[in-house]
């Protein structure tokens, strides 16, 4: 790696140290960091489906510190995402990613036995979202009955973690039902995925793919690849089904083949060449979902590129500034559509660096797997 990874860390610690006390006094779960102050979910309050990713970024460093305001600041937003299982109408399928990081990540590393009960509730949501023809529905409008979508594959790992935690296996069937819709459906002989099938939700017969936040209808949205990547991979390690392995080779490979030579990531692997439109978040991502595969296979391919993708981040895109809220730069939330965001900064990128930086130190938490133990 060009970067010395340990310098790079203490700068995000001492950056958080100094910028996470305004997320309290502005009373809100930042989605993103302007200069000076946070940014709020752009819909659905509490409920919008991104409320984990700042909360687990403070479990990341108080795992990483012990810093007893890392875990403060964490509890606040963990209850306040707790709040939000009693009304749960406008949770979705990415309650994986909201409790399994905020509840789930506090009960793992303090043994809190509410913060338990908290992420059995959002599985046991997860798992009333499961149609039985073979998937989890994505989302919530009545015109979207049939909808599966390719991030779910990132939140099968709090059916994976409940099962393990419980010693029912419904929760593990239920994902393994779906990853095996996903990978028949959604995984082309690219090695790309699609981001949106519609099911017939009567039957599960596949009726129609549709294009979602990427450049068109049966392009490479490059997050979606991401969310594919590292999901089939937490299938894999999550229940050592080698078809789960397979799979995220594939996507990998077609993943690894995109990378562009300064290490950033195209919003679309099938963009136009202009505009330029990166999204960052999916090249942190991946990067975790590539570190975790070369663990599991030991293929150094797959480690270089996750170096070079994180290479690339740190030195083009990071903001280090002690004082600025948030990290990532150059995020974008949909490659057509700018009011979630587009070229700024957003709180998922930072999680997933943040976990990135760990797992090149091999001192991330097993937030994502059903064992609780440290890699
Ligand atoms: N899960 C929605 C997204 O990646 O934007």
Redesign the pocket.
């Known amino acids: 790696m060009r970067n010395n990874i340990s310098e790079i860390l203490e700068k995000i610690i001492a950056k958080a140290r100094a910028t996470a006390p305004l997320a309290a006094e502005g009373a809100l779960i930042p989605y993103g960091g302007e200069g000076d102050h946070w940014r709020g979910a752009p819909f659905d309050g509490n409920s919008w489906?991104t409320g984990g990713f700042w909360p687990g970024l403070l479990w990341l460093l108080y795992s990483e510190t012990g810093d007893a305001a890392f875990m403060a600041e964490a509890r606040r937003v963990g209850n306040l995402l707790a709040e939000e299982l009693r009304t749960f109408n406008l949770l979705n399928h990415?309650v994986g990613?909201m409790y399994l990081l905020s509840r789930g990540a506090d009960y793992r590393l303090t043994g809190d036995k509410q913060a338990r009960t908290d992420c059995l509730h959002a599985a046991s949501l997860l798992m009333g979202r499961f149609n039985p023809t073979g998937f989890i529905r994505a989302w919530n409008e009545p015109d979207r009955v049939g909808y599966a979508?390719i991030?779910c594959m990132m939140n099968l790992s709090l059916l994976f973690w409940a099962s393990a935690e419980t010693g029912d296996p419904r929760f593990a069937k239920v994902a393994k039902i779906h990853a095996d819709t996903t990978l028949e459906h959604f995984l082309r002989l690219d090695g790309s995925v699609a981001h949106i099938v519609e099911f017939d939700p009567e039957t599960g017969a596949k009726v129609r793919e549709h294009a979602g936040?990427g450049y068109a209808l049966g392009s490479a949205w490059s997050?979606?690849q991401a969310?594919g990547l590292y999901g089939f991979t937490l299938a894999y390690a999550n229940t050592g089904a080698p078809r789960y392995l397979d799979a995220a080779r594939r996507v990998a490979d077609f993943f690894i083949a995109h990378i562009r030579p300064d290490g950033l990531t195209d919003c679309d692997f099938a963009q136009p060449p202009a505009p330029e439109r990166l999204d960052n978040?999916a090249g942190a991502c991946g990067a975790c979902g590539l570190l975790e595969l070369h663990k599991i296979t030991g293929d150094s391919r797959y480690r270089e590129a996750a170096e070079a993708l994180v290479d690339g981040l740190i030195d083009r895109c990071c903001d280090l500034a002690p004082n600025h809220c948030g990290l990532l730069t150059h995020c974008t939330?949909?490659y057509h559509d700018d009011a979630?965001g587009f070229h700024t900064n957003i709180v998922?990128g930072d999680y997933f660096l943040v976990e990135a930086l760990l797992r090149l130190l091999d001192r991330a938490p097993a937030l994502w797997f059903s064992r609780i133990t440290r890699p």
Do not use: T
Request: hydrophobic letters at 50%.
């Open positions: 489906w990415d990613f979508i991030d936040q997050r979606g969310w978040i939330a949909s979630a998922y």
